[in-house]
């Protein structure tokens, strides 16, 4: 079972930053927080990913509280393509051995933008 | 920007015949994984694949499901004696283990499997 919790719907203005929040009070010391999304029936994409320091790419933003239970996807300024179901994940990685920590998707957020 | 490749991206079979899934994973990627998605459900995870040999399963990949990399680039998934319940979106996914930490999977465009 998915370990994180995310609302099952959000809206957002287009232009305006899209804030999606997701708990996860059982992660461990070791295991990443994976945010994907799927738009429509296409396959998921990866967004961002981190541990516990606040990450950044060209996609979103990923803010981490300190006692890592929490986390939000920040997406700065969503447009009508940005409408889709975003996965919060936490997962182990680990190097070799074969178990890569599978990805175990929960329902997700979805996220509409509205012109 | 690589990509997964899946065909067909749909496929109608009849109740009972079986089919093959194809993949074409990311060229230096060596991990494979297989996920499935109902119409309206989560995205579930099936197997995963590592140096020729499944490396993880789920309770849904029984003996009527089998996957093999019978050439350096194809990944394949087969299913045994379809039923309509198999009726999904099936995906495909690689990642790269020196991206472990770092990095996530590249997910293909998925088939859709219809059983008639």
């Known amino acids: 079972d998915a370990k994180t919790t995310q609302p099952p719907s959000m809206d957002c203005a287009e232009g305006r930053a899209a804030n999606l929040p997701c708990n996860h009070s059982?992660?461990?010391?070791?295991?990443?927080v994976y945010w994907y999304r799927q738009i429509h029936s296409q396959g998921p994409q990866y967004i961002i990913h981190g541990l516990k320091n606040n990450e950044t790419n060209e996609m979103a933003s990923l803010i981490i509280t300190e006692d890592r239970k929490s986390s939000t996807l920040i997406l700065p300024h969503a447009t009508l393509r940005d409408t889709a179901v975003y996965y919060c994940?936490?997962?182990?990685?680990?190097?070799?051995?074969?178990?890569?920590?599978?990805?175990?998707f929960g329902k997700g957020t979805k996220l509409s933008v509205k012109p | 920007e690589p990509e997964v490749t899946q065909t067909p991206s749909h496929q109608v079979t009849q109740m009972g015949q079986e089919v093959i899934l194809r993949c074409v994973p990311i060229?230096?990627?060596?991990?494979f994984y297989w996920y499935r998605q109902i119409l309206g459900q989560k995205v579930e995870f099936l197997v995963s694949?590592?140096?020729?040999?499944?490396?993880?399963k789920s309770e849904i990949f029984d003996d009527q499901f089998s996957v093999e990399r019978p050439d350096g680039s194809n990944f394949t998934l087969k299913i045994r004696s379809t039923k309509l319940e198999d009726s999904a979106m099936y995906f495909c996914?690689?990642?790269?283990?020196?991206?472990?930490?770092?990095?996530?999977?590249?997910f293909g465009s998925g088939t859709r499997l219809t059983v008639v």
């Open positions: 996914a690689s990642s790269d283990p020196h991206r472990t930490s770092r990095g996530g999977y590249t």
């Open positions: 694949f590592y140096n020729n040999e499944i490396s993880e």
């Open positions: 060229s230096n990627h060596l991990y």
């Open positions: 059982t992660i461990s010391g070791n295991e990443y």
């Open positions: 994940i936490v997962r182990v990685a680990v190097l070799g051995g074969g178990s890569q920590g599978n990805l175990i």
